[in-house]
Nanobody, 120 residues
Framework: QVQLVESGGGLVRPGGSLRLSCAAS????????MDWYRQAPGKQRDMVAA???????SYADSVKGRFTISRDNAKNTVYLQMNSLKPEDTAVYYC??????????????WGQGTQVTVSS
């Protein structure tokens, strides 16, 4: 069993910053990709930022230059630093990770989500 627990969401004014964290725990042998997604009300869940175990990162066009994904492999934790937040960034943010467990093999896991609200 693997658990992903996000934290750091909240209410922030436009132009403000937040830092999200997602810690993976459980019977983890190895973690591959650790990514952030978000889902606004009535919309599909979209990828925001992705990080490969080797350090490569990628971002949705809407957040490039404002968001930064990073990870601490020793702590099985991924972070999302969000700057210059806009009202359209309001959503529930989810952590996703590809995890190898023994036994079990490779599986994809989701966190429970953390609400980010950008409003004046």
């Amino acid at each position: 069993q693997v658990q992903l627990v996000e934290s750091g969401g909240g209410l922030v004014r436009p132009g403000g910053s937040l830092r999200l964290s997602c810690a993976a725990s459980g019977s983890i042998f190895k973690i591959n990709a650790m990514d952030w997604y978000r889902q606004a009300p009535g919309k599909q869940r979209d990828m925001v930022a992705a990080s490969a175990v080797g350090g490569d990162t990628s971002y949705a066009d809407s957040v490039k230059g404002r968001f930064t994904i990073s990870r601490d492999n020793a702590k099985n934790t991924v972070y999302l630093q969000m700057n210059s937040l806009k009202p359209e960034d309001t959503a529930v943010y989810y952590c996703n990770a590809g995890v190898l467990t023994i036994p079990g093999g490779w599986n994809n896991y989701w966190g429970q989500g953390t609400q980010v609200t950008v409003s004046s």
